[in-house]
């Protein structure tokens, strides 16, 4: 399942605690899922259309609750959806329906569609985080956990954008509104924002997840370098090994094993028959045994000799 149906899944099925929460929230849900159409001064009728079950689920939840209303509830294929299932609520025109859009301030008192994010149901701070939820299920998007950052709400008004933009910022989270054809974005790019907002609209587990991803992938990382340092320490070991072996066949060439001291004619022997062995493990074959800084310090002389003949 895709991460954002399981964090709108996960945002659906919370309820708000306090009735002004849930006014608030249903409000940005039917403003974002919902059109409206307005036939005359009290004949409006609202449609809502969602992809995700339990949105729609929560929607006529609410209304029943709030208000007492019972929207027909069908389950479409919609071709915009390629096919997909959509869920539609429909409310038929009645003076009950016209009252309801104007308590949830989707019409103001001349009976026209508002398209701010209404203060009079976001005053309260626990009411804004109530409005982000509603509008985040009904027109948000969120990156997985182990991808980029990104959290957007897409909306059809600037003036709503920029709204949501204002509730978010109350709580100390910048989001940006960027333009994207007909719609717009207000989102949030970095993975701390990215939380803070999924905290803040009660997705705990959401977050969670964000986490643990965070702490599984910065091991993954420790491990890689670890492994990355081990090969180059293993690179670095083999290059010096073949080149005391170099050393010691050119003095072989020239004035033979013989030429050398007894101290490093032996580590110059038991390097040729061990060119893959560590400086540890060639002091180890020595009789007597060898520290690894010893052999270290007879290969450096070997060397010196094969430079200066
Ligand atoms: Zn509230």
Redesign the pocket.
Known sequence: MPFTSEVKDELARLK?P?R??RM?ELSALLRLEGSLHILGPHRVSLHTESENAAVARKMFALLKELFSLTPELRVERAPRLKGHNCYCLFLGESPQVVQVLNELSLLDDAMRPVMEVPTRLTR?Q??SA?YLRGAFLGGGYVSRPESPAHLEINVRHPEMAEGLARLAERHGLDMHVARRKDLYSVYVKSRGEQADLLALMGAHRAVLRMQSDAVLREMRAGVNRRVNSETANLERAVDAAQRQLRDIRRIEETIGLEGLTPALREVAVIRLEHPEASMQELGAFMQPPLSKSAVHHRLLRIRRIAASL
């Open positions: 708000a306090r002004c929460c608030a309260r626990c009411c109530s």
